[in-house]
């Protein structure tokens, strides 16, 4: 049986719930269709390779025929019904260096999105916490054995 919203909230041990988050918005705040078009236009604008080129590459990371025609049509605020495939950014990512794509959806989604450097300095700071209340117990532990 399906978990009830409260169940699911208090497994989350005392975390806020999604669902919270969701009631409290007003109806359409999660529409990012017009800033993730001008993060994808914007992208390939500043991009060094044409459009061409970020069409072929990308067809060929994601293994998928995508043309420039396409990506005309999923930057264009007047085709509003033609809708970037979400499986498509990490190949768009990787034909243009650019990331904000993404970063739009993730912080839709109450997410932040990590470089790799970030990421690896985001692990060292958990590693250095968890070093530090491992010596802070070890520390309390040695003060019990002395009394």
């Known amino acids: 049986m399906a978990k009830s919203r409260k169940e699911l909230t208090a497994a989350m041990s005392g975390q806020g719930s999604f669902f919270d988050k969701i009631e409290r918005l007003e109806p359409g705040a999660?529409?990012?269709s017009l800033p993730f078009r001008g993060a994808?236009?914007?992208?390939l604008r500043r991009c060094k390779n044409s459009r061409y080129q970020v069409a072929a590459m990308m067809s060929e990371q994601a293994e998928a025929d995508i043309s420039k025609t396409m990506l005309d049509a999923y930057t264009a605020e007047s085709k509003e019904y033609h809708r970037f495939p979400a499986e498509w950014l990490p190949a768009f990512k990787a034909a243009t260096g650019n990331a904000e794509p993404?970063?739009?959806l993730a912080e839709a989604s109450d997410c932040k999105l990590l470089t790799e450097e970030e990421a690896v300095y985001a692990e060292i700071a958990r590693l250095e916490r968890q070093e530090e209340?491992?010596?802070?117990?070890?520390e309390n532990l040695k003060r019990r054995m002395t009394r």
């Open 133 to 138: 209340e491992i010596r802070r117990r070890k």
């Open 40 to 43: 994808l236009s914007a992208a």
């Open 102 to 104: 993404m970063i739009i």
């Open 30 to 32: 999660l529409n990012v």
